[in-house]
């Protein structure tokens, strides 16, 4: 208690003449320290106040409130304010939330909301108001402003940000679509990417009738439009612009040549535009091909949290999102859940066939056979992970995904299995030091689960491999290509050597 008073009195002025106007008034429970400030919020813990000082969190066992904003100690009210992307916010949010309410014996009400949408959760024997909820749609500079400076908690992002936390919300798959009598077969991502820029302005530039593209774009200042600016390198070409998916794709559906992105959940009356990559691979928005981040246009969805705490029923729900109640709740929106999934690797037989296609003249009869002898029998995990550009760090989604693959194991999910940590490269540069660097980046990746992992056993560890370009997931011609054949692949093949015995414990004196 002396340390924290100390912490305290550093903190704060010995007076009050200084804070006439604010809410409430915090005194330490000796009498001789004073802090005034506007109440931000109460976590039945710590309260957090905005003061002449800055953003401040105390300890309420150390204090006594005063003033009618002061909180009910006994049952107080959390204050829960989401902001940011207005398409996942107004699908997704109230689902997840009624789940979660609803999972711990509470009552989720929506309530009335000038914008966005609002609902308090409830205890169902007394009837008191246990949290207030509410989602206001902003774009994403608004809305980092908003939990920076207190005025909100959470942020719903497509995109990750080095000021703020990221959790893992859901997934969605960004899609090209036309109105549905649109007569184009497919189209390359070259292609699109020429279209979007404005390169592209007859349909026949995409294989298409002899006709002008019209270009149609959510906002620049939306979540969506900037993760898809990002992807591509370079803003969009002047478009009809909507204020939300919803409204994109309607409009879409209504223009017979009409094009534009919109995320997987949100076709509506629009038809969805097959896509190739530049070679002709294939490109399937599949849910695990999203998940693993196969697809070149997946777009995962976070929620952003403050370097600040925040209230406990906020931290609840971020840990509820990893709950497979969480994932129903995500996927009856019509977002794809990040539960892990799982398929054959000799279901996989497109991928072995770009593997035989496109495999560069350094790729070896050799190099192929190997890689068919490891695959043989083994099925292959959506947890994929990636690096930063230009790092040997892995990416946000693949962070995540590494803490997944550590409570997995710590769970004995791989009874009589084994599992590989599979390097792949794109195919620049020559063929040995590819399989050097795809087998580096599979050692880095174990070697991150070994540090967040430590009490893993030696046989629960997964081996590594390294096999260069051998299997290319899309074209190197395009910078997206190249990054989406460096990666690391999770695959599990069966085992049933015994685990290695228990160290002897030594004998009591």
């Not at 150390?62 to 009910?72: K, Q, R, Y």
């Not at 939330?97 to 014996?105: I, K």
């Not at 997206?480 to 085992?495: A, F, I, K, S, Y």
Request: net charge negative.
């Amino acid at each position: 208690m002396a340390g924290r008073a100390a912490i305290f009195a550093a903190l704060v002025l010995f007076g009050t003449g200084a804070a006439l106007a604010q809410d409430v008034t915090l005194i330490s429970r000796e009498g001789n320290i004073v802090l005034n400030g506007t109440l931000q919020g109460f976590d039945g813990e710590f309260y957090r106040l905005d003061t002449a000082y800055g953003p401040l969190t105390v300890d309420a066992q150390g204090v006594i409130c005063d003033g009618p904003a002061c909180p009910d100690l006994i049952a107080p009210k959390a204050t829960i304010r989401l902001v940011g992307a207005p398409d996942a916010g107004a699908r997704l949010l109230p689902g997840l939330l009624r789940a979660f309410a609803e999972g711990r014996g509470l009552i989720y009400a929506p309530t009335e909301a000038a914008t966005g949408w609002a609902a308090t959760i409830l205890d169902p024997a007394t009837g008191k108001v246990l949290a207030d909820l509410s989602f206001q749609p902003l774009s994403p500079d608004e809305a980092a402003a908003a939990v920076t400076e207190g005025r909100a908690e959470l942020k719903v992002s497509a995109m990750s940000d080095s000021d703020f936390g990221a959790r893992p919300l859901a997934l969605d798959a960004l899609v090209p679509i036309v109105a549905p009598d649109n007569p184009t077969p497919e189209v390359s991502t070259v292609d699109l990417v020429r279209a979007l820029t404005g390169e592209a302005t007859n349909w026949a530039d995409l294989g298409g009738p002899d006709m002008p593209l019209v270009l149609h774009a959510l906002d620049p200042a939306t979540d969506v439009q900037r993760a898809l600016s990002e992807r591509l390198g370079q803003p969009l070409a002047k478009a009809t612009t909507h204020p939300d998916l919803a409204s994109l794709a309607a409009a879409v559906a209504h223009d017979p040549w009409a094009l534009a992105i919109t995320g997987r959940s949100e076709i509506g009356a629009a038809k969805s535009l097959a896509l190739a990559d530049s070679c002709g691979f294939p490109l399937l928005p599949s849910s695990i091909a999203v998940k693993a981040e196969d697809y070149p246009l997946a777009l995962p969805l976070f929620l952003l949290t403050p370097p600040r705490r925040l209230p406990l029923l906020a931290r609840e729900f971020l840990e509820f999102l990893a709950t497979p109640a969480a994932e129903a709740a995500v996927a009856e929106a019509g977002y794809i859940d990040r539960s892990v999934e799982r398929a054959p690797m000799t279901q996989d037989g497109l991928r072995l066939l770009n593997a035989i296609q496109g495999a560069g003249e350094d790729v070896t009869l050799a190099d192929l056979k190997r890689l068919a002898e490891v695959m043989d029998g083994a099925d292959r995990l959506s947890l994929t992970f990636r690096f930063q550009e230009g790092t040997s760090m892995l990416d946000a989604t693949s962070q995540e995904n590494l803490l997944q693959l550590a409570r997995l194991i710590a769970a004995d999910r791989f009874p009589a299995q084994a599992l590989i940590l599979a390097g792949f490269s794109d195919g620049q540069g020559e063929a040995a030091a590819n399989r050097a660097l795809s087998l580096e980046r599979a050692q880095r990746v174990a070697a991150d689960l070994a540090a967040i992992a430590p009490d893993l056993r030696p046989d629960e560890v997964p081996r590594v491999e390294g096999f260069g370009e051998a299997l290319p997931m899309a074209c190197d011609e395009t910078a997206v290509g190249r990054r989406l054949n460096r990666r690391v692949e999770l695959w599990v093949v069966p085992d049933f050597a015994p685990p290695p015995p228990a160290a002897a414990k030594p004998a009591a004196p």
